[in-house]
């Protein structure tokens, strides 16, 4: 295990500098690591702070192209009845429970998912670019732009034998009213700001 682990952490020190315009893992299927990765929201309150909250529970697959990057697609799905807020007072009020279920709210009775699906990679010389792609949020389908970095692409992950590893970050935003959801609005802000951490690993079998 020491030696998988040294071997992945000399692979990430040689792979955080040239990926940009070469990639040294292989194409194929990277299914996101769920244990590491978030999806995290932040909308005014009042004027006053940025209300922060997540989402506990997301999938999805990287189709990766290493001969082509930008040909690559992404495939996203988060679970709307994962969302955590950090609510003081879980013992009076479910609020997390209401954000997901409420009508006004995510309604996930009628809306079970958030989905997202890349339709277009740029990519710049320093690792970073932009990923388009559809979001489906409330039943309402709108193409949403993020700003994308590729962190460090591991031919051998340090704790995963044999499996290649590639991690991202990405941040955006969005006009919830869009998508149909104006509940609390203008007191609660339209604008939402995303920021997103995702870890993907190969497909072995």
């Known amino acids: 295990m020491r030696t998988l682990m040294m071997a992945g952490l000399t692979s990430l020190a040689l792979s ?22 978030s999806v995290h929201w932040k909308v005014s309150h009042f004027g006053l702070s940025n209300y922060t909250g997540r989402f506990n529970r997301i999938s999805g697959t990287l189709q990766l192209d290493a001969e082509n990057p930008t040909a690559s697609s992404v495939s996203v799905m988060i679970d ?18 209401k954000l997901s279920t409420a009508p006004e709210w995510f309604n996930t009775g009628e809306h079970p998912e958030i989905t997202f699906t890349s339709t277009e990679l740029t990519m710049n010389d ?10 489906t949020l409330m039943g309402e389908t709108r ?19 044999g499996v290649a590893a590639v991690g991202f970050s990405a941040t ?26 995702v870890e993907f690993l190969q497909q072995t079998s």
Do not use: C, K, W
Not at 21 to 37: F, K, N, Q, R, W
Not at 126 to 135: A, N, V
Not at 179 to 197: K, M, N, R
């Open 126 to 135: 320093d690792g970073t670019g932009t990923m388009t792609g559809d979001l």
């Open 172 to 197: 955006g935003m969005i006009d919830r009213t869009e998508f149909g959801f104006a509940t609390g609005t203008p007191a609660i802000g339209s604008d939402v700001e995303l920021l997103i951490e």
């Open 16 to 37: 955080t500098t040239s990926f940009a315009t070469e990639l040294v893992i292989p194409s194929g299927t990277y299914d996101l690591d769920s244990t590491h990765a």
């Open 80 to 97: 709307p009845t994962s969302i955590s807020t950090g609510f003081p007072n879980p013992e009076q009020v479910d609020f997390d429970a």
């Open 143 to 161: 193409p949403v732009t993020l700003d994308v970095t590729m962190n460090a692409q591991l031919p051998e992950h340090p704790m995963r034998e």
